[in-house]
């Protein structure tokens, strides 16, 4: 795997590992009792950008490092699975 398909592929896992991490710990206003006017009832509380940013790069890191060992050191991957298809 090439550096550059390396950074690509941690790009995406940072993403999609965001939106498991975005919900964890959030409570909205209303759990809170404390609505500011004009917006919405659901409305994070408190929102810490840092502290979202530092534990999606941890976990995106540890599956990153999870791909990378699957792949690369044990040489898994699409063609290591049965074909469904005969003849494909």
Do not use: K
């Not at 919405?40 to 950008?49: D, I, K, N, Q």
């Amino acid at each position: 795997m090439g550096i550059l398909t390396a950074v690509a592929i941690y790009f995406v896992i940072w993403w999609t590992v965001l939106f498991v991490v975005l919900p964890i710990r959030m409570r909205s206003q209303v759990d809170e009792g404390e609505i500011v006017l004009g917006s919405a009832h659901s409305a994070p509380a408190r929102f810490s950008l840092a502290r979202v940013a530092f534990y999606n790069t941890l976990l995106a890191t540890a599956v990153f490092a999870l791909f990378y060992v699957v792949t690369e050191v044990w040489g898994i991957g699409p063609n290591s699975f049965p074909h469904i298809v005969p003849g494909t």
